[in-house]
């Protein structure tokens, strides 16, 4: 049974910093893309971040330069640095394995607040 569990999430001032974590099991998470999306109050589920098994790095252009995507497969984690965030980074926050016309694998979210 595959579970993607995030945690981390919270209520940050603007201009301040959170780290999110998703633990991964039930798949070969090394040979595994991984992702962040994120869905804020009525908007459509985007993505934030993308991690090839390669351990190359795709960004939306909205966090470029703030937020950093890493993995470890020692411990199957993905991991969500942010950083200088914004009231609009405000969303659930989601663990995502990109599986295509197999069907990706979602965490349940993790909610991240930005205000002051």
């Known amino acids: 049974q595959v579970q993607l569990v995030e945690s981390g999430g919270g209520l940050v001032q603007p201009g301040g910093s959170l780290r999110l974590s998703c633990a991964a099991s039930?798949?070969?998470?090394?040979?595994?893309?991984m992702a962040w999306y994120r869905q804020a109050p009525g908007k459509q589920r985007e993505l934030v971040a993308r991690i090839a098994s390669g351990y190359t790095t795709n960004y939306a252009e909205s966090v470029t330069g703030r937020f950093t995507i890493s993995r470890d497969n020692a411990k199957s984690m993905v991991y969500l640095q942010m950083d200088s965030l914004k009231p609009e980074d405000t969303a659930v926050y989601y663990c995502?394995?990109?599986?295509?016309?197999?069907?990706?694998?979602w965490g349940q979210g993790t909610q991240v607040t930005i205000s002051s």
């Open positions: 039930g798949i070969m998470f090394s040979i595994n893309a």
């Open positions: 995502n394995v990109p599986r295509g016309r197999a069907g990706d694998y």
